[in-house]
């Protein structure tokens, strides 16, 4: 493995950014592969400069490029943009996904890309064994995994925070699911991750962007990749509902038959009637949302690697090798 490419999303974050570039640096003194850096800006209010304006050309990094977006696509989108420039260049061996803002701690490249070696194909993902962060966001997390595993069948560990090989980059840019969300797609796409417990780093500067409205689009959006494993088990807790209303719709309609001096005059067609409408609603509900499935399969997807241009506003390249060579913004063409 000769170049890895890392992709990392900002938004109004450049201080942290220059702190980040300023580690990997010192980070690829010791690493045999090489380092190129790509920061998404999210479509920030704030502009890079002066923040980034005295950043130095790291002599240990082997380039620095900044991907402009029209607009603000949120954390998910601006990595998926990130990706499929990287699939598109094709000019690394593997991406590292990390956060810009010293959550994902540089020091720790070394520990995530150990087990590589010879492998032609890999994806290395980290899961969290500790985490600096409040009660409330670790009570939401534990939520956020429980529904997903209950509405999926599927367990998630791991976040954004992952190395992956070129070859199945090629193959993740492809999966719509992508622009929702990162880890949901990894899973959906099927290919063979290998976990690595890494610590959560603490944040170089700021506060993170992430409030509960957010966390909760961003948990929704995970659950969402299995819209269709999500329906299935919905479609069959909904038949188990509708034979045990019929079952109890049977029941009572033989007691006030067969035993009407023990029946209360007018309780039997009361709840008959209730079940009755939760019987249609069920089953309404069911159809519904079956055509809705069946309508959205014929529909053309959003395929990330395919539509993602029009999202890029432009390419800044700060510097190359150890040669600054800023020249302002470049087109995306």
């Not at 949901?184 to 993170?208: E, V």
Request: charged share 15%; with cysteine; aromatic share 10%.
């Amino acid at each position: 493995m000769n170049c890895v490419r890392i992709v990392t999303p900002i938004y109004n974050d450049w201080i942290s950014f220059s702190h980040l570039l300023a580690d990997l640096n010192q980070i690829a003194e010791r690493l045999p592969f090489q380092l190129y850096v790509t920061g998404v800006n999210d479509g920030s209010s704030e502009s890079p400069f002066p923040a980034l304006a005295d950043i130095p050309a790291f002599p240990n990094l082997m380039g620095v490029e900044i991907l402009h977006l029209a607009l603000n696509l949120g954390h998910q989108r601006a990595i998926a943009v990130g990706l499929c420039v990287a699939a598109d260049d094709a000019d690394s061996d593997a991406v590292i996904i990390m956060d810009a803002d010293g959550e994902d701690p540089p020091d720790t490249i070394p520990l995530l890309t150990s087990l590589i070696r010879d492998q032609q194909d890999f994806c290395f993902v980290a899961e969290r064994r500790k985490r600096v962060e409040t009660l409330a966001f670790k009570a939401s997390y534990l939520v956020y995994k429980t529904f997903f595993k209950l509405l999926t069948g599927r367990i998630i560990k791991f976040g954004n925070y992952s190395i992956i090989s070129s070859g199945h980059l090629q193959r993740l840019v492809m999966v719509s699911d992508l622009w929702n969300n990162l880890p949901a797609a990894i899973l959906r796409s099927r290919i063979p991750i290998q976990p690595i417990t890494i610590d959560r780093g603490r944040r170089y500067a700021g506060k993170s962007k992430m409030n509960l409205a957010s966390l909760v689009v961003h948990g929704f959006s995970g659950i969402s990749v299995y819209a269709d494993t999500i329906f299935v088990r919905l479609l069959l807790f909904s038949g188990m509902l509708i034979l045990g209303s019929a079952f109890g719709v049977a029941i009572l309609l033989t007691l006030r038959i067969f035993a009407p001096a023990h029946a209360t005059p007018g309780w039997a067609t009361t709840v008959t009637f209730g079940l009755c409408i939760i019987i249609l609603q069920l089953l309404f509900t069911a159809l519904s949302s079956l055509l809705m499935l069946l309508n959205s399969r014929v529909q053309r997807l959003f395929i990330p690697r395919l539509d993602y241009l029009p999202y890029l506003k432009s390419r800044q390249k700060l510097f190359c090798g150890n040669v600054a060579a800023y020249a302002g913004a470049e087109s995306a063409g």
